[in-house]
């Protein structure tokens, strides 16, 4: 009788892989939507109802998980209605980068905007994605400090305003998975005890906030830092911020914009040092912009420009348009983090911040969520999201087909 239960096997074969740990000539054996099992070429035998697919020169890492981006391939995550491509446009964009999950992230603007655009962004994220999957929304703003909006629309940033919190809770449903807001305002303490009855990660971020108001949020339960050194005072001998709290209270998870222009090397060299490897979350903090030529384009109500890749508005950074395939060797460029755990910050870190375990790992059990790199440029081969191929670049490899 021919085996059916096994038809779906998949043998991936590698230089390496970071599982996280680095393991050379190695593969990985996957059976429908799962990792069946990981380990050196010699202990796997081929059968016929395998399909094999024997990569030269190239290495995997686990699906890179990005939990902070506003945009990708010409959508816009906080203007979906007027967006000229989709939700589904960026997912495909993301996969051929190595991205797997990702949290689309909006913006303060007009509450009544605002909560269409959330409603809009829910829907579209319920459907099948081609790519990458939206795995949840992040929402920044409205409730941060204007002296610290960045790129944000200083009209549409508002004091906490605890019923309008639960509006937007109400609106994205179990689907909001963080929350941006600044310690040093009034209520504060109110929102976070709000967001965490309502399973969302309060972060801390665009706010001036000092030592006190800062220890007291992560007393509440805030104990996420959004883009560490971003939109927050710079670092102080004598006063104490937001900044110095969030590098040095290891509560805290913190998310670095690796896209090598909004920090400087020497400070992303310093988080890395200062912060236990397992709270580093590399982020992309992309527009609608990343994958598109240079032009006009926005981020919700705020219009930007890009320019050679630089995305900026009134001569303010406004995002960015590198996306974590290359971003992530800034981690260890900059911050001297070894090949695996700059890995592990834009995949098993960035999953475990918005509370999915069921990836980041390359090990038996774990989604089937492999990114696949040629060893020596970094060039992004091929992409497996649950199993499924999503990207193939056609590049590298050979494939046996089994008898299926």
């Known amino acids: 009788m021919k085996n059916t239960h096994r038809k779906d096997r998949k043998l991936y074969v590698f230089d390496y892989i ?7 000539n190695s593969a990985i054996l996957c059976e429908g939507e799962h990792i069946l099992a990981i380990g050196g070429l010699s202990a796997f035998n081929k059968d016929s109802v395998m399909t094999v697919y024997a990569f030269e020169n190239a290495y995997a890492a686990a699906g890179f998980v990005d939990t902070h981006i506003h945009g990708a391939g010409g959508f816009d995550s906080s203007g979906v209605l007027q967006s000229p491509k989709t939700l589904e446009d960026m997912s495909l964009l993301l996969a051929s980068k190595g991205v797997t999950s990702f949290v689309p992230t909006i913006v303060s603007d007009a509450p009544e905007k605002m909560l269409a655009n959330l409603a809009a962004l829910v829907e ?14 992040n929402i920044e703003g ?40 600044a310690p040093e305002l009034e209520n504060a303490t109110a929102l976070i005890e709000t967001l965490c009855e309502h399973g969302v990660m309060p972060s801390m971020g665009h706010s001036i906030a000092g030592e006190n108001d800062t220890l007291r949020a992560i007393d509440a339960g805030a104990r996420h830092c959004t883009h560490l050194f971003n939109g927050m005072p710079p670092l102080h001998q004598r006063e104490m911020s937001l900044t110095n709290v969030a590098l040095t209270d290891n509560r805290v998870t913190v998310e670095l914009i690796i896209d090598g222009r909004h920090i400087d090397p020497r400070m992303v060299d310093l988080a890395c040092r200062c912060k236990p490897k397992n709270k ?9 912009a990343a994958g598109m030529p240079n032009g ?12 050679d890749g630089y995305s900026n508005t009134a001569g303010i950074l406004a995002g960015t348009t590198t996306l974590l395939d290359t971003g992530w060797h800034c981690l260890m460029s900059y ?14 870190n960035a999953a475990a911040s918005v509370g999915l375990f069921d990836r980041g790992k390359i090990i038996p059990r774990q989604r089937a969520d492999i990114a696949i790199f040629e060893r020596g440029t970094n060039r992004p081969l091929m992409t497996v999201c649950k ?13 046996e087909e089994g008898n299926i």
Not at 18 to 24: F, I, N, Q
Not at 124 to 137: D, F, H, N
Not at 280 to 288: K, Q
Not at 296 to 307: A, K, R
Request: hydrophobic fraction near 40%; aromatic fraction near 6%.
């Open 18 to 24: 970071l599982t996280p740990s680095k393991l050379e």
């Open 124 to 137: 579209a994220a319920k459907r099948p994605m081609p790519g990458a999957e939206c795995v949840g929304i």
């Open 142 to 181: 409205p409730f941060i400090n204007r002296c610290k909006s960045g790129a944000q629309d200083q009209n549409s940033i508002i004091d906490v305003d605890l019923g309008f919190a639960r509006e937007l809770l109400s609106c994205g449903g179990k689907a909001v998975k963080l929350m941006t807001f």
């Open 280 to 288: 580093i979350v590399g982020i992309s903090d992309c527009t609608m």
């Open 296 to 307: 006009s384009y926005h981020i919700g109500p705020t219009s930007i420009q890009v320019t």
């Open 335 to 348: 911050g001297h983090l070894l090949e695996t755990q700059a890995a592990q910050a834009v995949s098993l």
């Open 387 to 399: 199993g499924k191929i999503v990207f193939n670049s056609g590049d590298n490899y050979t494939v």
